[in-house]
């Protein structure tokens, strides 16, 4: 099955400065990388995804890029705010057939300091 | 509209007790899926019910079942509880399409086995 690697597992940042997260992925198979926002208390929350067919997305402040051919795809945050906050999370899944079973990576928990 | 709702949110057993867990989907979600998020880890699936029909099962024991009703609520059961299965238990629903888009968790039921 499915292996998803997420690095660093945790990230402490300045506000204002960039953050950087990184996931491997084991199935070449797989077309559809989302990425999850946990907050205390609540389930994860998607925020941004990528499929196979695409090497980035941006939307404001989040873009995410995938390396099809290393099996890598990465979470990137600008000018980082303390609301930012919260454990993130990247999956990989096959979609399409009728079903959707994201594999979840170990998380991120990324700091932001005022 | 409401999102996914769980209940309860928390729960307190102990060891070699039942537990039942619910789970409700957005409306016009038809599949549901259940995930145990055990602290400091990611999300790790355990089922997945479609129109009432299981799609999909992880690495989880027989002490792990669930149900689909036609409302397509949904309900966990695990049997004979041990410390181990002390968790945030997810429980996520995805629209008819089953597309990535539709993946939504509720904010959990947090499980503690004493």
């Known amino acids: 099955g499915e292996n998803v690697e997420q690095h660093p597992s945790t990230l402490s940042v300045q506000e204002g400065d960039s953050a950087v997260i990184k996931c491997t992925y084991s199935d070449s198979a797989s077309n559809y990388f989302p990425w999850y926002k946990q907050e205390l208390g609540k389930g994860p929350q998607l925020i941004i995804d990528i499929r196979s067919n695409v090497g980035e997305k941006k939307d404001q402040r989040i873009a995410v890029t995938l390396n099809k051919t290393a099996k890598h795809f990465s979470l990137h945050i600008t000018e980082t705010q303390p609301e930012d906050s919260a454990v993130y999370f990247c999956?990989?899944?096959?979609?399409?057939?009728?079903?959707?079973?994201?594999?979840f990576g170990r998380g991120t928990s990324l700091i932001v300091h005022p | 509209d409401a999102g996914v709702t769980q209940s309860p949110t928390h729960l307190i057993k102990t060891r070699g007790q039942h537990v039942t867990l619910r789970c409700s989907p957005i409306s016009g979600h038809k599949s549901v899926s259940w995930y145990q998020q055990v602290l400091g880890q990611g999300p790790q699936f355990i089922f997945q019910y479609y129109e009432k029909e299981e799609r999909g099962r992880g690495n989880f024991p027989d002490r792990f079942s669930a149900r689909q009703f036609p409302n397509y609520s949904s309900e966990l059961n695990v049997n004979a509880l041990l410390l181990g299965d002390s968790a945030l238990y997810l429980c996520?629903?995805?629209?008819?399409?089953?597309?990535?888009?539709?993946?939504?968790f509720g904010s959990g039921t947090r499980l503690t086995v004493v």
């Open positions: 996520a629903s995805s629209p008819p399409d089953m597309t990535g888009y539709g993946y939504t």
């Open positions: 999956a990989a899944s096959i979609e399409g057939g009728g079903s959707y079973i994201p594999t």
